[in-house]
């Protein structure tokens, strides 16, 4: 029976069958042959997701001193029924990556219909046309608790098989370029010999041209800036994959602004990349301590920060909103932590603030729960049967990216505890880890397995139209900064939700004028690190009282 792939706006794609492969190795054939002939080397990037897609029109860019394009690219993407059908809207130009970012959208646009650089594929067998492989494939850490860390593991057989498959294909001169965060000795101890043993089984003798550079994309507002017009850090495992990944490197980055750093191995560059990310998610799990200390004391812990941000030495302290999601920094330090046993052999226990701030950050938006509970039950309302608007799917502001976003921990836990859930974002048209939850991400790697009463939650849609979403509402919980929600009027609000509410702010997102008009108005207010909303409380009931 035909499968087919469903894209966000609900276009259904037939999967390839076994006969579709050869047409479209003819039809890469062909393009290839046309754009050698213009002198383009060719580039596969393997894996069109947050990363890949956006790199992939970044390579497809490029031009030379004359503006000449100078790369042909060949998008990679696995067939599978959640992702292929990236591939038809990445061939009529379409982003298949949303963000507040209008470059992005263009310059998908721009590279397949104009300048006609960039092409998606899902035959591996692209790989034999490439003079560089790009890997952005992902390499995922899997939990097994919620809140430890420590009891999980890095998923390396996926990166392992597509390696290998790699290895199989790609001309024995092509620079293999790995941006996927790895657990750190993965390029040198785990991808090389894989591919030194293809080479072998081939009769190629040739040392794997392999590298490392991690990616430091940020899906948002500077989407393809974070690309183009970043830092990067790279290495090789040999002195020819050192200088074929700076080369690469300059011509498609801006590094007279933004110059490279090569070091001396790929493990220090994979170390680079998770000690980055470590070193974030700690210093947003240290505020979570301080914010409970702010709530529980009056203290509103969103002027604190920006009272401690004025002092250059401190102002990258950052509000950790309702948990720490997005892709990368609830995982990374866990790959790190493994690695060092199972890549590197070592017993002892060295870390104690990687995994404890990952813990902290995988948990946090539980208590988001808790305040809405005690919000209602202020208002005299039980939370079992409450409608709760939720504002925002997304782990970070303006983007529609889902993953480990403190949103879905919000949701499911105020579904186990009996409430009626919706949500509302404006990037974010289907929210999988609820439509596919027994599938995405993963087969049983579902949060849902963490709570009970999870089923109806397969039929939570995400509302696009905000007044109808506030309709009838009994708590309105502000999740993420999307601009949508920064200028939300509080009469409009109790206008549309047809009566007073509990409103919960996770964000710093309301400022003090609108809590105390949310009290005018007979609401409750309750936020993540907003201990002074009590005092404005009383002063509006004291006023009442003396009116
Ligand atoms: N998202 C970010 O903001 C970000 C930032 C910096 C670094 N990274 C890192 O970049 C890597 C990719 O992340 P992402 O966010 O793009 O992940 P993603 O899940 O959005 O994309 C990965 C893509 O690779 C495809 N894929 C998997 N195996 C494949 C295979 N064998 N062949 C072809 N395609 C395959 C998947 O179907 C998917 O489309 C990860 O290591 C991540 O940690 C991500």
Redesign the pocket.
């Known amino acids: 029976m035909a499968q087919f792939s469903l894209s966000p706006t609900g276009e259904k794609f037939k999967l390839p069958e076994a006969d579709d492969y050869q047409k479209e190795f003819l039809r890469l054939q062909e393009l290839v042959k046309e754009q050698k002939a213009l002198g383009r080397e060719i580039v596969v990037v393997?894996?069109?997701?947050?990363?890949?897609a956006v790199m992939a029109g970044v390579v497809a860019d490029t031009v030379n001193k004359n503006g000449e394009p100078i790369k042909f690219v060949i998008g990679?993407?696995?067939p599978?029924t959640r992702?292929f059908w990236?591939i038809p809207w990445i061939n009529r130009g379409i982003s298949p990556v949303s963000s507040e970012d209008p470059e992005v959208a263009t310059l998908i646009h721009r590279c397949v219909n104009e300048k006609k650089t960039l092409t998606a594929t899902y035959t591996y067998e692209a790989l034999k046309f490439a003079d560089v492989v790009v890997v952005?494939?992902?390499?995922d850490y899997l939990k097994e608790s919620l809140g430890n860390v420590r009891n999980g593991r890095a998923d390396m057989e996926?990166l392992e098989?597509?390696i290998e498959?790699m290895a199989e294909h790609v001309p024995p001169e092509a620079l293999i370029l790995i941006?996927?965060?790895v657990a750190p000795g993965t390029t040198e101890q785990i991808a090389y010999p894989i591919i030194k043993k293809a080479f072998r089984r081939r009769g190629i003798n040739s040392d794997p041209l392999l590298a490392h550079s991690?990616?430091?994309?940020?899906?948002g507002r500077n989407y393809v800036a974070s690309i183009r017009e970043f830092w990067r850090v790279c290495s090789g495992v040999n002195e020819e994959a050192k200088q074929r990944v700076v080369k690469f490197l300059n011509e498609i980055i801006n590094t007279e602004k933004y110059p490279l750093t090569v070091l001396d191995r790929p493990i220090e560059s994979e170390t680079a990349k998770i000690v980055e990310n470590s070193f974030r998610a700690t210093i947003l799990a240290f505020l979570d301590e301080w914010s409970i200390f702010a709530e529980r004391n009056g203290v509103d812990l969103i002027k604190v920060i920006e009272a401690i941000k004025v002092r250059p030495t401190h102002n990258n302290i950052i509000f950790p909103g309702p948990g720490i999601g997005?892709?990368?920094l609830p995982k990374?330090g866990g790959l790190g932590i493994w690695a060092y046993q199972h890549i590197h052999g070592w017993e002892d226990d060295i870390f104690k603030i990687t995994p404890l701030a990952i813990d902290i950050n995988d948990t946090r938006a539980l208590h988001v729960a808790q305040l809405t509970r005690d919000a209602l039950r202020n208002m005299g309302r039980p939370i079992a049967a409450a409608e709760i608007l939720l504002l925002g799917a997304s782990y970070k502001e303006d983007v529609g990216?889902t993953r480990y976003s403190g949103s879905e921990l919000i949701v499911r836990r105020l579904t186990e505890m009996g409430a009626d859930m919706r949500v509302h974002d404006p990037y974010v048209l289907r929210w999988w880890e609820f439509e596919k939850q027994d599938e995405y991400p993963g087969s049983s790697r579902s949060l849902k397995r963490f709570f009970r009463g999870q089923e109806k939650l397969k039929e939570l849609c995400v509302e696009q139209d905000l007044k109808k979403a506030l309709s009838g509402i009994d708590a309105l919980i502000f999740a993420v900064r999307h601009k949508h929600y920064l200028n939300l009027d509080p009469d409009e609000v109790v206008k549309d939700a047809g009566g007073p509410i509990a409103v919960i702010d996770c964000f710093g997102i309301l400022d003090d004028a609108k809590i105390r008009r949310y009290f005018e108005l007979e609401c409750e207010v309750k936020g993540l690190g907003r201990g002074h909303v009590k005092r404005i409380k009383d002063e509006v009931r004291q006023r009442r009282s003396e009116d």
Do not use: H, N, W
Request: glycine share 12%.
């Open positions: 393997m894996g069109l997701g947050f990363v890949g990679m993407q696995r599978s992702s990236k952005d494939i992902q390499c996926a098989e597509s498959i941006e996927t965060t991690f990616e430091r994309v940020m899906p997005g892709y990368c990374d990216d």
